[in-house]
Protein backbone atom coordinates (compact mmCIF):
# COMPACT_ATOMS: atom_id res chain seq x y z
CA UNK A 1 0.00 0.00 0.00
CA UNK A 2 2.04 2.79 -1.32
CA UNK A 3 0.86 6.44 -1.76
CA UNK A 4 1.44 7.25 -5.29
CA UNK A 5 2.12 10.49 -7.64
CA UNK A 6 -0.29 9.94 -10.60
CA UNK A 7 1.49 10.50 -13.87
CA UNK A 8 1.38 9.29 -17.68
CA UNK A 9 3.16 9.48 -20.56
CA UNK A 10 1.84 10.92 -24.19
CA UNK A 11 0.70 7.97 -26.28
CA UNK A 12 0.85 8.52 -29.57
CA UNK A 13 -0.29 6.28 -32.82
CA UNK A 14 1.73 5.17 -35.01
CA UNK A 15 2.74 7.39 -37.93
CA UNK A 16 -0.49 9.68 -36.90
CA UNK A 17 1.41 12.40 -34.60
CA UNK A 18 -2.35 12.20 -32.37
CA UNK A 19 -2.16 11.61 -29.12
CA UNK A 20 -4.75 8.65 -28.53
CA UNK A 21 -6.24 7.64 -25.23
CA UNK A 22 -4.43 5.46 -22.57
CA UNK A 23 -5.90 1.55 -23.01
CA UNK A 24 -8.02 -0.23 -20.92
CA UNK A 25 -7.00 -3.42 -19.60
CA UNK A 26 -8.84 -6.41 -18.98
CA UNK A 27 -6.72 -9.30 -17.05
CA UNK A 28 -8.43 -12.65 -16.32
CA UNK A 29 -6.84 -15.51 -14.41
CA UNK A 30 -8.01 -18.74 -14.24
CA UNK A 31 -7.62 -21.19 -10.56
CA UNK A 32 -5.48 -24.36 -10.93
CA UNK A 33 -6.37 -24.54 -14.72
CA UNK A 34 -3.07 -26.00 -16.34
CA UNK A 35 -1.38 -25.34 -19.47
CA UNK A 36 -3.44 -28.67 -21.03
CA UNK A 37 -6.68 -27.51 -20.10
CA UNK A 38 -6.87 -25.83 -23.44
CA UNK A 39 -7.84 -27.92 -26.64
CA UNK A 40 -5.86 -24.86 -28.47
CA UNK A 41 -2.82 -26.93 -26.20
CA UNK A 42 -4.02 -30.56 -27.94
CA UNK A 43 -6.46 -31.39 -25.13
CA UNK A 44 -8.68 -34.43 -26.63
CA UNK A 45 -11.33 -34.13 -24.59
CA UNK A 46 -12.06 -30.70 -23.42
CA UNK A 47 -12.88 -27.74 -26.42
CA UNK A 48 -12.15 -24.46 -25.21
CA UNK A 49 -13.39 -22.53 -28.60
CA UNK A 50 -13.47 -18.70 -26.99
CA UNK A 51 -10.20 -18.95 -25.08
CA UNK A 52 -8.93 -20.47 -28.41
CA UNK A 53 -9.99 -17.78 -30.22
CA UNK A 54 -8.54 -15.37 -27.45
CA UNK A 55 -5.34 -16.64 -28.75
CA UNK A 56 -5.69 -16.51 -32.34
CA UNK A 57 -6.54 -12.94 -32.12
CA UNK A 58 -3.65 -11.28 -29.80
CA UNK A 59 0.18 -12.85 -29.22
CA UNK A 60 0.43 -16.12 -27.93
CA UNK A 61 3.90 -16.34 -25.38
CA UNK A 62 4.58 -20.51 -25.46
CA UNK A 63 6.94 -20.42 -22.38
CA UNK A 64 5.11 -18.22 -19.51
CA UNK A 65 5.95 -19.16 -16.12
CA UNK A 66 4.05 -18.62 -12.71
CA UNK A 67 4.71 -19.99 -9.54
CA UNK A 68 3.99 -23.65 -8.40
CA UNK A 69 0.81 -22.41 -6.21
CA UNK A 70 -1.59 -19.50 -5.91
CA UNK A 71 -0.65 -16.59 -3.77
CA UNK A 72 2.98 -16.58 -4.84
CA UNK A 73 1.81 -15.71 -8.57
CA UNK A 74 -1.01 -13.38 -7.46
CA UNK A 75 1.82 -11.85 -5.21
CA UNK A 76 4.01 -11.45 -8.37
CA UNK A 77 1.18 -11.01 -11.12
CA UNK A 78 0.32 -7.69 -9.26
CA UNK A 79 3.67 -6.16 -8.11
CA UNK A 80 6.24 -7.11 -10.63
CA UNK A 81 8.11 -8.49 -7.60
CA UNK A 82 9.08 -12.28 -6.80
CA UNK A 83 7.21 -13.18 -4.01
CA UNK A 84 9.90 -13.73 -1.91
CA UNK A 85 10.66 -10.32 -2.27
CA UNK A 86 6.89 -9.57 -1.16
CA UNK A 87 6.63 -11.41 1.59
CA UNK A 88 4.16 -14.01 0.56
CA UNK A 89 5.48 -18.01 0.25
CA UNK A 90 2.81 -20.41 1.18
CA UNK A 91 -0.68 -20.27 0.60
CA UNK A 92 -2.01 -20.27 3.94
CA UNK A 93 -1.08 -19.81 7.89
CA UNK A 94 -0.57 -15.86 7.17
CA UNK A 95 2.34 -17.14 4.81
CA UNK A 96 0.25 -15.59 1.62
CA UNK A 97 -0.20 -12.05 3.52
CA UNK A 98 1.55 -9.56 1.22
CA UNK A 99 3.62 -6.69 2.54
CA UNK A 100 1.44 -3.78 2.51
CA UNK A 101 4.48 -1.95 1.52
CA UNK A 102 4.02 -3.38 -2.18
CA UNK A 103 3.13 -1.34 -4.96
CA UNK A 104 0.37 -2.95 -7.01
CA UNK A 105 -0.79 -2.73 -10.35
CA UNK A 106 -3.94 -1.07 -9.38
CA UNK A 107 -1.97 1.56 -7.22
CA UNK A 108 -0.71 2.24 -10.20
CA UNK A 109 -2.73 2.93 -12.50
CA UNK A 110 -5.48 4.03 -10.15
CA UNK A 111 -2.89 7.06 -9.78
CA UNK A 112 -3.16 7.45 -13.24
CA UNK A 113 -6.73 8.08 -13.26
CA UNK A 114 -7.87 4.36 -13.97
CA UNK A 115 -10.96 3.05 -12.14
CA UNK A 116 -9.71 -0.16 -10.35
CA UNK A 117 -11.76 -3.09 -9.59
CA UNK A 118 -11.13 -6.89 -8.51
CA UNK A 119 -14.06 -9.48 -8.65
CA UNK A 120 -13.25 -13.35 -7.43
CA UNK A 121 -10.37 -14.21 -5.85
CA UNK A 122 -7.80 -12.37 -3.88
CA UNK A 123 -5.43 -14.66 -1.56
CA UNK A 124 -2.71 -12.45 -0.60
CA UNK A 125 -4.02 -11.26 3.30
CA UNK A 126 -7.50 -12.12 5.25
CA UNK A 127 -7.24 -8.92 6.92
CA UNK A 128 -7.01 -5.08 6.66
CA UNK A 129 -4.95 -3.76 5.51
CA UNK A 130 -3.84 -6.44 3.63
CA UNK A 131 -7.02 -6.53 1.78
CA UNK A 132 -8.08 -5.18 -2.27
CA UNK A 133 -9.56 -1.93 -0.66
CA UNK A 134 -6.09 -1.54 0.80
CA UNK A 135 -4.02 -1.95 -1.87
CA UNK A 136 -4.94 0.11 -4.73
CA UNK A 137 -8.55 -1.52 -5.71
CA UNK A 138 -11.58 0.62 -5.84
CA UNK A 139 -14.28 -2.13 -6.17
CA UNK A 140 -13.67 -5.91 -4.73
CA UNK A 141 -16.00 -8.39 -4.86
CA UNK A 142 -14.97 -11.62 -4.41
CA UNK A 143 -13.28 -13.95 -1.28
CA UNK A 144 -10.14 -13.07 0.77
CA UNK A 145 -8.84 -16.90 1.06
CA UNK A 146 -7.40 -19.40 -0.98
CA UNK A 147 -10.66 -21.32 -2.01
CA UNK A 148 -13.79 -20.72 -1.45
CA UNK A 149 -16.91 -23.34 -0.09
CA UNK A 150 -20.02 -23.11 -2.21
CA UNK A 151 -19.88 -22.08 -5.95
CA UNK A 152 -23.74 -22.10 -5.69
CA UNK A 153 -25.62 -18.74 -4.46
CA UNK A 154 -22.13 -17.72 -3.00
CA UNK A 155 -22.24 -15.20 0.63
CA UNK A 156 -18.76 -12.99 -1.05
CA UNK A 157 -18.01 -9.99 0.16
CA UNK A 158 -18.15 -6.09 -1.57
CA UNK A 159 -15.65 -4.04 0.12
CA UNK A 160 -15.61 -5.58 3.48
CA UNK A 161 -19.66 -5.88 3.72
CA UNK A 162 -21.28 -9.29 3.07
CA UNK A 163 -23.29 -9.94 -0.33
CA UNK A 164 -25.49 -12.24 -1.49
CA UNK A 165 -24.30 -13.75 -5.27
CA UNK A 166 -27.32 -16.17 -7.64
CA UNK A 167 -26.47 -18.26 -9.51
CA UNK A 168 -22.81 -20.20 -10.28
CA UNK A 169 -20.15 -18.10 -9.26
CA UNK A 170 -18.01 -18.31 -12.02
CA UNK A 171 -21.34 -16.59 -13.65
CA UNK A 172 -21.81 -14.71 -10.75
CA UNK A 173 -18.35 -13.03 -10.71
CA UNK A 174 -18.47 -12.67 -14.94
CA UNK A 175 -21.74 -10.99 -14.37
CA UNK A 176 -20.16 -8.40 -11.84
CA UNK A 177 -17.74 -7.65 -15.00
CA UNK A 178 -20.33 -6.91 -16.92
CA UNK A 179 -21.66 -4.51 -14.96
CA UNK A 180 -18.47 -2.62 -14.44
CA UNK A 181 -17.97 -2.31 -17.98
CA UNK A 182 -20.63 -1.00 -18.60
CA UNK A 183 -20.49 1.27 -15.98
CA UNK A 184 -17.03 2.93 -17.20
CA UNK A 185 -17.15 3.13 -20.80
CA UNK A 186 -16.49 6.84 -20.67
CA UNK A 187 -13.40 6.18 -18.14
CA UNK A 188 -10.17 4.43 -18.04
CA UNK A 189 -10.11 0.98 -15.78
CA UNK A 190 -8.17 -1.78 -14.83
CA UNK A 191 -10.53 -5.40 -14.32
CA UNK A 192 -9.08 -7.98 -12.59
CA UNK A 193 -11.20 -11.03 -12.79
CA UNK A 194 -9.35 -13.66 -10.58
CA UNK A 195 -11.89 -16.78 -11.19
CA UNK A 196 -12.14 -19.40 -8.74
CA UNK A 197 -12.69 -22.24 -10.96
CA UNK A 198 -11.84 -24.82 -12.04
CA UNK A 199 -10.47 -25.31 -8.00
CA UNK A 200 -11.89 -27.72 -5.58
CA UNK A 201 -14.40 -27.88 -4.30
CA UNK A 202 -15.49 -29.69 -7.31
CA UNK A 203 -18.80 -28.03 -7.92
CA UNK A 204 -20.33 -27.37 -11.04
CA UNK A 205 -23.77 -27.01 -12.98
CA UNK A 206 -24.51 -30.67 -13.70
CA UNK A 207 -25.46 -29.90 -17.06
CA UNK A 208 -21.68 -28.96 -17.91
CA UNK A 209 -20.53 -32.38 -16.31
CA UNK A 210 -22.63 -35.31 -17.32
CA UNK A 211 -21.24 -35.01 -21.22
CA UNK A 212 -17.40 -35.51 -19.36
CA UNK A 213 -19.09 -38.03 -16.85
CA UNK A 214 -20.36 -39.86 -19.65
CA UNK A 215 -17.34 -40.34 -21.11
CA UNK A 216 -15.97 -42.32 -18.68
CA UNK A 217 -12.87 -39.75 -17.44
CA UNK A 218 -11.85 -39.70 -13.76
CA UNK A 219 -14.45 -38.03 -11.73
CA UNK A 220 -11.94 -35.02 -10.53
CA UNK A 221 -11.20 -34.47 -14.28
CA UNK A 222 -14.44 -34.33 -15.41
CA UNK A 223 -15.40 -31.85 -12.82
CA UNK A 224 -12.50 -29.76 -14.07
CA UNK A 225 -13.27 -29.87 -17.65
CA UNK A 226 -17.22 -29.09 -16.95
CA UNK A 227 -15.88 -26.18 -14.60
CA UNK A 228 -13.53 -25.17 -17.56
CA UNK A 229 -16.28 -25.30 -20.16
CA UNK A 230 -18.42 -23.02 -17.93
CA UNK A 231 -15.36 -20.99 -17.88
CA UNK A 232 -14.66 -20.59 -21.34
CA UNK A 233 -18.22 -19.40 -21.58
CA UNK A 234 -17.82 -16.79 -19.65
CA UNK A 235 -15.15 -15.28 -21.02
CA UNK A 236 -16.84 -15.63 -24.18
CA UNK A 237 -19.28 -13.68 -23.21
CA UNK A 238 -17.67 -11.16 -20.67
CA UNK A 239 -15.87 -10.59 -24.72
CA UNK A 240 -18.98 -10.04 -26.42
CA UNK A 241 -19.98 -7.13 -23.64
CA UNK A 242 -16.85 -5.51 -24.67
CA UNK A 243 -17.35 -5.84 -28.60
CA UNK A 244 -21.10 -4.78 -27.91
CA UNK A 245 -19.91 -1.72 -25.55
CA UNK A 246 -17.35 -0.50 -27.88
CA UNK A 247 -14.41 -1.19 -25.96
CA UNK A 248 -12.69 -4.08 -27.84
CA UNK A 249 -10.47 -1.95 -29.89
CA UNK A 250 -8.33 -0.02 -27.18
CA UNK A 251 -8.49 -2.70 -24.26
CA UNK A 252 -5.85 -4.50 -23.38
CA UNK A 253 -7.04 -8.69 -22.55
CA UNK A 254 -4.71 -10.81 -21.25
CA UNK A 255 -5.81 -14.76 -19.89
CA UNK A 256 -3.03 -16.48 -17.65
CA UNK A 257 -3.53 -19.25 -15.28
CA UNK A 258 -1.92 -18.96 -11.46
CA UNK A 259 -0.10 -22.74 -12.03
CA UNK A 260 -0.22 -25.81 -13.17
CA UNK A 261 -3.25 -28.50 -13.54
CA UNK A 262 -5.02 -29.16 -9.76
CA UNK A 263 -4.48 -33.33 -10.68
CA UNK A 264 -2.69 -35.76 -12.38
CA UNK A 265 -4.77 -35.20 -15.90
CA UNK A 266 -3.39 -33.80 -19.83
CA UNK A 267 -1.00 -31.54 -19.22
CA UNK A 268 0.39 -31.15 -23.39
CA UNK A 269 3.31 -34.07 -22.26
CA UNK A 270 4.61 -31.88 -19.64
CA UNK A 271 6.38 -32.79 -16.26
CA UNK A 272 4.99 -32.67 -12.94
CA UNK A 273 1.59 -30.15 -11.80
CA UNK A 274 0.42 -27.92 -9.18
CA UNK A 275 2.91 -27.83 -6.73
CA UNK A 276 5.74 -28.52 -9.18
CA UNK A 277 8.76 -26.76 -9.78
CA UNK A 278 9.28 -28.76 -13.08
CA UNK A 279 7.51 -27.45 -16.30
CA UNK A 280 4.25 -28.81 -15.53
CA UNK A 281 4.01 -26.88 -12.43
CA UNK A 282 4.83 -23.56 -13.69
CA UNK A 283 4.24 -23.14 -17.40
CA UNK A 284 1.26 -21.45 -17.98
CA UNK A 285 -0.58 -19.74 -20.79
CA UNK A 286 -0.55 -16.92 -21.58
CA UNK A 287 -2.35 -14.91 -24.43
CA UNK A 288 -2.44 -10.78 -24.71
CA UNK A 289 -4.80 -9.15 -27.01
CA UNK A 290 -5.03 -5.21 -27.65
CA UNK A 291 -6.54 -4.89 -31.60
CA UNK A 292 -5.70 -1.73 -32.04
CA UNK A 293 -1.83 -2.08 -31.40
CA UNK A 294 -0.76 -6.04 -31.45
CA UNK A 295 -0.81 -7.90 -34.38
CA UNK A 296 -2.98 -11.31 -34.04
CA UNK A 297 -2.37 -14.66 -34.53
CA UNK A 298 1.68 -14.02 -33.37
CA UNK A 299 3.31 -16.27 -30.93
CA UNK A 300 6.31 -15.89 -28.88
CA UNK A 301 8.69 -18.43 -28.06
CA UNK A 302 10.93 -16.44 -25.84
CA UNK A 303 10.60 -17.21 -21.93
CA UNK A 304 8.83 -14.46 -19.70
CA UNK A 305 6.85 -14.75 -16.89
CA UNK A 306 4.24 -13.26 -14.29
CA UNK A 307 6.97 -11.04 -13.12
CA UNK A 308 6.56 -9.36 -16.36
CA UNK A 309 2.80 -8.31 -16.31
CA UNK A 310 3.50 -5.22 -13.84
CA UNK A 311 5.78 -3.37 -16.11
CA UNK A 312 4.37 -4.50 -19.45
CA UNK A 313 0.98 -2.60 -18.38
CA UNK A 314 2.65 0.36 -17.15
CA UNK A 315 4.60 0.43 -20.37
CA UNK A 316 1.81 0.45 -22.72
CA UNK A 317 -0.72 2.21 -20.65
CA UNK A 318 2.02 4.93 -20.50
CA UNK A 319 2.23 5.39 -16.47
CA UNK A 320 5.58 6.25 -15.23
CA UNK A 321 6.71 3.35 -12.99
CA UNK A 322 7.08 4.95 -9.32
CA UNK A 323 10.39 6.16 -8.28
CA UNK A 324 12.32 3.60 -6.03
CA UNK A 325 10.20 0.58 -6.90
CA UNK A 326 12.75 -2.58 -7.42
CA UNK A 327 11.15 -4.46 -10.29
CA UNK A 328 12.17 -7.80 -10.95
CA UNK A 329 10.31 -8.24 -14.43
CA UNK A 330 11.04 -6.91 -17.79
CA UNK A 331 7.92 -4.82 -20.08
CA UNK A 332 7.03 -7.23 -22.96
CA UNK A 333 7.04 -4.47 -25.09
CA UNK A 334 10.21 -5.59 -27.33
CA UNK A 335 8.57 -9.12 -27.96
CA UNK A 336 5.20 -8.06 -28.28
CA UNK A 337 6.43 -5.11 -31.31
CA UNK A 338 8.74 -7.26 -32.71
CA UNK A 339 12.05 -5.67 -31.59
CA UNK A 340 13.89 -8.57 -30.13
CA UNK A 341 17.11 -6.68 -30.50
CA UNK A 342 16.39 -5.02 -27.10
CA UNK A 343 15.74 -8.21 -25.53
CA UNK A 344 18.32 -9.34 -22.86
CA UNK A 345 19.58 -12.53 -22.18
CA UNK A 346 17.73 -13.43 -18.54
CA UNK A 347 16.89 -16.22 -16.25
CA UNK A 348 13.82 -17.01 -14.30
CA UNK A 349 13.72 -18.27 -10.97
CA UNK A 350 10.95 -19.92 -9.00
CA UNK A 351 10.44 -21.14 -5.57
CA UNK A 352 8.61 -23.57 -3.92
CA UNK A 353 7.72 -23.59 0.05
CA UNK A 354 8.79 -26.69 1.68
CA UNK A 355 6.03 -27.58 4.30
CA UNK A 356 9.10 -29.18 6.43
CA UNK A 357 10.87 -25.84 6.31
CA UNK A 358 9.09 -22.76 5.39
CA UNK A 359 12.29 -20.83 4.41
CA UNK A 360 14.28 -23.86 3.22
CA UNK A 361 16.28 -22.54 -0.33
CA UNK A 362 14.56 -25.10 -1.77
CA UNK A 363 12.25 -26.62 -4.22
CA UNK A 364 13.23 -24.18 -6.79
CA UNK A 365 14.40 -23.91 -10.11
CA UNK A 366 16.20 -21.05 -12.22
CA UNK A 367 15.32 -21.03 -16.07
CA UNK A 368 17.33 -19.35 -19.18
CA UNK A 369 16.06 -19.76 -22.75
CA UNK A 370 17.72 -23.01 -22.78
CA UNK A 371 18.45 -24.61 -19.93
CA UNK A 372 16.21 -25.79 -16.69
CA UNK A 373 18.01 -26.13 -13.34
CA UNK A 374 15.99 -27.77 -10.75
CA UNK A 375 16.71 -28.18 -6.94
CA UNK A 376 20.73 -26.98 -7.23
CA UNK A 377 20.68 -30.43 -9.45
CA UNK A 378 18.80 -31.80 -12.26
CA UNK A 379 19.96 -29.84 -15.58
CA UNK A 380 17.61 -29.96 -18.52
CA UNK A 381 17.91 -28.84 -22.13
CA UNK A 382 14.07 -27.15 -22.76
CA UNK A 383 15.19 -26.87 -26.27
CA UNK A 384 15.73 -30.82 -27.32
CA UNK A 385 13.98 -32.06 -24.48
CA UNK A 386 10.88 -29.83 -23.02
CA UNK A 387 9.01 -32.77 -21.16
CA UNK A 388 12.52 -32.79 -18.97
CA UNK A 389 13.12 -36.86 -19.18
CA UNK A 390 16.92 -36.39 -19.48
CA UNK A 391 18.97 -35.47 -17.03
CA UNK A 392 21.91 -33.87 -18.43
CA UNK A 393 23.91 -32.38 -15.32
CA UNK A 394 26.50 -34.77 -15.58
CA UNK A 395 27.28 -33.57 -19.09
CA UNK A 396 27.69 -29.98 -18.04
CA UNK A 397 28.95 -29.24 -14.29
CA UNK A 398 30.02 -25.63 -15.34
CA UNK A 399 26.42 -24.35 -16.32
CA UNK A 400 24.97 -26.96 -13.01
CA UNK A 401 27.20 -24.51 -10.73
CA UNK A 402 27.03 -21.40 -12.62
CA UNK A 403 23.11 -21.54 -12.55
CA UNK A 404 22.96 -23.01 -8.28
CA UNK A 405 25.34 -19.61 -7.91
CA UNK A 406 22.96 -17.81 -9.96
CA UNK A 407 19.76 -19.36 -8.05
CA UNK A 408 21.20 -19.44 -4.38
CA UNK A 409 22.53 -15.74 -4.88
CA UNK A 410 18.74 -14.74 -5.77
CA UNK A 411 16.91 -16.59 -2.73
CA UNK A 412 19.31 -14.31 -0.19
CA UNK A 413 19.29 -11.28 -1.67
CA UNK A 414 15.15 -11.31 -2.33
CA UNK A 415 14.42 -13.12 1.04
CA UNK A 416 16.55 -10.53 2.92
CA UNK A 417 13.63 -7.86 1.90
CA UNK A 418 11.08 -9.00 3.80
CA UNK A 419 12.21 -12.47 5.27
CA UNK A 420 9.78 -15.10 5.42
CA UNK A 421 7.74 -14.41 9.30
CA UNK A 422 4.02 -14.60 9.88
CA UNK A 423 2.81 -11.28 10.36
CA UNK A 424 0.14 -10.14 13.30
CA UNK A 425 -3.52 -9.58 12.62
CA UNK A 426 -4.29 -6.33 12.91
CA UNK A 427 -7.35 -5.70 15.00
CA UNK A 428 -9.01 -2.38 15.26
CA UNK A 429 -9.62 -0.62 12.13
CA UNK A 430 -12.57 0.80 11.00
CA UNK A 431 -12.29 -0.77 7.57
CA UNK A 432 -12.59 -3.78 9.09
CA UNK A 433 -14.61 -4.78 12.74
CA UNK A 434 -15.17 -7.47 13.66
CA UNK A 435 -12.00 -8.74 12.82
CA UNK A 436 -12.24 -12.64 12.58
CA UNK A 437 -9.12 -14.74 14.13
CA UNK A 438 -8.86 -18.29 11.82
CA UNK A 439 -8.07 -21.35 12.99
CA UNK A 440 -5.56 -21.72 10.42
CA UNK A 441 -3.41 -18.38 11.31
CA UNK A 442 -3.46 -19.65 15.18
CA UNK A 443 -0.96 -21.40 16.73
CA UNK A 444 -0.95 -24.30 19.51
CA UNK A 445 0.09 -25.87 22.63
CA UNK A 446 -0.42 -29.61 23.08
CA UNK A 447 -1.68 -32.32 20.74
CA UNK A 448 -4.02 -30.07 19.05
CA UNK A 449 -4.22 -30.52 14.93
CA UNK A 450 -6.45 -29.15 12.21
CA UNK A 451 -9.01 -31.34 10.74
CA UNK A 452 -8.14 -31.45 7.48
CA UNK A 453 -3.86 -31.50 8.20
CA UNK A 454 -2.49 -29.17 6.85
CA UNK A 455 -4.64 -26.21 7.88
CA UNK A 456 -6.13 -24.63 4.60
CA UNK A 457 -8.62 -21.75 4.62
CA UNK A 458 -11.61 -22.85 6.17
CA UNK A 459 -10.04 -26.01 7.86
CA UNK A 460 -10.64 -25.67 11.84
CA UNK A 461 -9.03 -27.18 14.99
CA UNK A 462 -10.12 -30.81 16.31
CA UNK A 463 -8.46 -33.48 18.95
CA UNK A 464 -8.98 -30.71 21.28
CA UNK A 465 -8.49 -33.94 24.26
CA UNK A 466 -6.68 -32.14 27.21
CA UNK A 467 -6.90 -29.22 29.29
CA UNK A 468 -3.56 -28.55 28.95
CA UNK A 469 -3.62 -27.67 25.52
CA UNK A 470 -4.28 -24.27 24.22
CA UNK A 471 -4.50 -22.13 20.82
CA UNK A 472 -3.33 -18.47 20.51
CA UNK A 473 -2.74 -15.85 17.70
CA UNK A 474 -0.68 -13.23 17.61
CA UNK A 475 -2.38 -9.77 17.15
CA UNK A 476 -1.77 -6.19 17.01
CA UNK A 477 -4.22 -4.01 18.12
CA UNK A 478 -4.19 -1.08 16.23
CA UNK A 479 -6.90 1.07 18.49
CA UNK A 480 -7.54 0.95 22.03
CA UNK A 481 -10.66 -0.21 23.78
CA UNK A 482 -13.52 -2.59 24.55
CA UNK A 483 -13.86 -5.41 22.46
CA UNK A 484 -16.14 -8.18 22.61
CA UNK A 485 -15.16 -11.72 22.06
CA UNK A 486 -17.34 -15.02 20.54
CA UNK A 487 -15.52 -18.10 19.38
CA UNK A 488 -17.44 -20.40 16.66
CA UNK A 489 -17.45 -23.80 17.93
CA UNK A 490 -18.60 -27.54 17.38
CA UNK A 491 -19.48 -29.71 20.59
CA UNK A 492 -21.54 -33.09 20.52
CA UNK A 493 -24.22 -33.37 23.32
CA UNK A 494 -21.41 -35.69 25.06
CA UNK A 495 -19.32 -33.38 25.13
CA UNK A 496 -21.44 -29.64 26.28
CA UNK A 497 -20.55 -27.99 29.79
CA UNK A 498 -16.58 -26.81 29.37
CA UNK A 499 -15.32 -23.57 30.56
CA UNK A 500 -13.32 -21.46 28.19
CA UNK A 501 -11.12 -19.01 29.24
CA UNK A 502 -10.22 -15.74 26.48
CA UNK A 503 -7.46 -14.00 27.99
CA UNK A 504 -5.25 -11.05 26.47
CA UNK A 505 -2.56 -8.22 27.59
CA UNK A 506 -3.49 -9.00 30.88
CA UNK A 507 -7.54 -8.98 30.16
CA UNK A 508 -9.09 -12.47 30.27
CA UNK A 509 -13.13 -13.68 29.74
CA UNK A 510 -15.05 -16.97 30.47
CA UNK A 511 -17.90 -18.71 29.00
CA UNK A 512 -19.28 -22.11 29.72
CA UNK A 513 -20.39 -24.06 26.55
CA UNK A 514 -24.38 -24.82 26.85
CA UNK A 515 -25.28 -25.30 23.50
CA UNK A 516 -24.55 -28.57 21.98
CA UNK A 517 -24.31 -28.48 18.01
CA UNK A 518 -25.21 -31.23 15.00
CA UNK A 519 -22.26 -32.80 13.80
CA UNK A 520 -23.52 -33.66 10.63
CA UNK A 521 -21.99 -32.00 7.43
CA UNK A 522 -24.27 -29.31 5.51
CA UNK A 523 -25.37 -30.91 1.97
CA UNK A 524 -22.59 -30.57 -0.71
CA UNK A 525 -23.23 -29.31 -4.03
CA UNK A 526 -20.14 -31.29 -5.31
CA UNK A 527 -20.65 -33.38 -8.27
CA UNK A 528 -17.68 -35.43 -6.46
CA UNK A 529 -17.34 -36.41 -3.13
CA UNK A 530 -15.37 -33.89 -1.12
CA UNK A 531 -14.59 -34.50 2.30
CA UNK A 532 -11.58 -32.16 3.58
CA UNK A 533 -13.42 -29.19 4.28
CA UNK A 534 -16.59 -29.73 4.49
CA UNK A 535 -19.63 -27.19 5.84
CA UNK A 536 -20.75 -27.71 8.99
CA UNK A 537 -23.31 -26.05 11.92
CA UNK A 538 -20.95 -23.70 13.44
CA UNK A 539 -22.18 -22.71 16.95
CA UNK A 540 -21.53 -19.17 18.35
CA UNK A 541 -20.46 -18.57 22.18
CA UNK A 542 -20.13 -15.00 23.34
CA UNK A 543 -17.70 -14.46 26.40
CA UNK A 544 -18.23 -10.67 27.16
CA UNK A 545 -15.86 -7.71 26.36
CA UNK A 546 -12.89 -6.61 27.82
CA UNK A 547 -10.65 -4.06 27.06
CA UNK A 548 -7.90 -4.08 25.16
CA UNK A 549 -4.58 -1.85 25.02
CA UNK A 550 -2.81 -0.54 21.72
CA UNK A 551 0.30 -2.68 20.91
CA UNK A 552 1.13 -6.58 20.10
CA UNK A 553 0.28 -9.00 22.46
CA UNK A 554 -1.06 -12.75 22.47
CA UNK A 555 -4.75 -14.13 22.74
CA UNK A 556 -4.96 -17.18 24.13
CA UNK A 557 -8.73 -19.69 24.48
CA UNK A 558 -7.85 -22.64 26.92
CA UNK A 559 -10.56 -24.82 28.48
CA UNK A 560 -10.69 -24.53 32.14
CA UNK A 561 -12.63 -27.80 32.77
CA UNK A 562 -14.45 -30.24 30.40
CA UNK A 563 -17.23 -33.10 31.60
CA UNK A 564 -16.92 -34.87 28.40
CA UNK A 565 -14.26 -36.55 26.18
CA UNK A 566 -13.27 -33.45 24.39
CA UNK A 567 -13.37 -29.70 24.73
CA UNK A 568 -14.50 -28.61 21.28
CA UNK A 569 -13.90 -28.10 17.57
CA UNK A 570 -13.03 -24.70 17.01
CA UNK A 571 -13.66 -22.50 13.76
CA UNK A 572 -12.19 -19.30 14.67
CA UNK A 573 -13.03 -16.19 17.49
CA UNK A 574 -14.49 -12.71 16.80
CA UNK A 575 -13.10 -9.29 18.06
CA UNK A 576 -15.26 -6.46 17.83
CA UNK A 577 -14.30 -2.87 18.95
CA UNK A 578 -17.19 -1.32 20.19
CA UNK A 579 -17.33 2.24 20.03
CA UNK A 580 -18.38 3.88 23.52
Not at 437 to 444: E, G, M, N, V
Not at 528 to 551: S, T
Request: some cysteine.
Amino acid sequence: MTALAGGTMALSAPGSGQTRRPPNVLLVMSDDQGYGDLSLHGNPHLKTPNLDKLARQGVEFTRFYVSPVCAPTRASLLTGRYNVRCGVYGVTHGRETMHTGETTIAEALRGAGYRTALFGKWHLGEHYPYLPHGQGFDEFVGFRTGHWMNYFDSELERNGKPVQTKGYVTDALTDESIRFLEGNRERRFFLYLAYNAPHSPFQVPVSYFRPFEAARLPGTTAAVYAMVTNLDENIGRLLARLDQFGLSKNTIVIFLTDNGPNGRRFNAGLRGSKGSVYEGGVRAPFFIRWPERLEAGKRVNTIAAHIDVFPTLLDLCGVVQPKGLRIDGCSLRPLLFGERQNWPERMVFTHRESLEDPASMYPGAVRTQRFNLVNGEELYDMIVDPVEQNNIASKHPQKVTELRSAYEAWYREALGERGFHRRPIPAGYAEENPVILPAPQSYFHGALRFHGGVGYAHDWITGWNRLEDSVYWDIDVVRAGQYEVTLSYLCPQGDVGAKIAVSAAGQSLQATITQPTPMTRKPSKCVIPENVYPEMHWARLRLGRFPLKAGRSTLTVKALSKPGAAVMNLKEVSLRWLDE
